[in-house]
């Protein structure tokens, strides 16, 4: 791995067992995530501002590997500090968005532009996407503290692919909950006008449309919502299995901040 100042700020580290469990699940359900891993050379991951303590990152590796078995992982920490031994195939470096000079398939940066400036984040991304193997994904995403309400950006080497919502049923009243837990790119983005504002307008109503089957639960009541925005024509990407979270994937062109 390349010496030298790594590329970013050191971040407050919360963490916490199993906080980024719903982010790990769409990974490794996505068709995109797992046919790029399976594809890959060298299946190589890493794990970005893992925190004060390595936990998330042990359990993306041993998620990831019911997709591909030989993934390595590395986890990479401003912090000189945070750095800690590794085992069971997961190691630990100091580095930031230069990546260490690493090239991985797959990079995962959880709850670090949300630290950064709105202005930050095209730097960041570059650099990430500039990093990347042939064929690379990055997930940048946000969450509270224990992991009930989540959302994250896809992208490749040519920008940002998707965003995805996923939230716990019984943790949000309505999908505008989710708003507070917006990825840096569209957090200050949610205001009248904007295409992520328009998005969660239309799924509240959708939500609210769909009240007549909360007796039955938040799940099924959030697949007829799914239902319905597909319905009024919003890019809803089809889900392949009943999961427990509820998850809203668009493309990024129908969320992308006005310029």
């Not at 957090?187 to 769909?210: K, M």
């Amino acid at each position: 791995m390349r010496e030298g100042k790594p590329d970013g700020v050191i971040t407050r580290g919360t963490t916490g067992i199993n906080r980024l469990r719903r982010s790990d699940r769409w990974l490794v359900h996505s068709p995109v995530v797992a046919r790029t891993l399976r594809d890959a050379p060298d299946p190589l991951i890493v794990d970005l501002g893992y925190g004060a303590m390595p936990v998330t990152t042990y359990e993306l590796a041993s998620r990831l590997r019911t997709v591909r078995g030989d993934v390595r992982v590395v986890g990479l920490e401003i912090d000189p500090d945070r750095v800690v031994e590794g085992r069971d195939g997961v190691s630990f470096a100091r580095g930031g968005f230069e990546l260490a000079g690493l090239r991985p398939t797959l990079i995962r940066a959880f709850n670090v532009l949300r630290q950064y400036p709105e202005d930050a984040v095209d730097h960041a991304w570059g650099r990430l996407r500039d990093g990347l193997a042939p064929g690379g994904l990055i997930v940048d995403g946000t969450c509270d503290e224990l992991g009930r309400r989540c959302a994250w950006v896809l992208l490749d080497r040519d920008g940002p692919r998707s965003l995805t919502l996923a939230w716990d049923p019984f943790a949000a009243d309505r999908p505008s909950d989710i708003a507070e837990r917006l990825p840096k790119a569209l957090i200050h983005r949610n205001v009248p006008g904007e295409r992520i504002h328009d998005l969660l307008v239309t799924a509240d109503r959708a939500w609210a449309t769909s009240a007549g089957l909360a007796p039955f639960g938040p799940r099924t009541r959030w697949r007829e919502t799914l239902r319905l925005l597909s319905d009024l024509g919003v890019p809803v990407a089809p889900q392949r299995r009943r999961i427990r979270d509820c998850v809203l994937t668009v493309p990024w062109n129908y969320v992308e901040p006005g310029r």
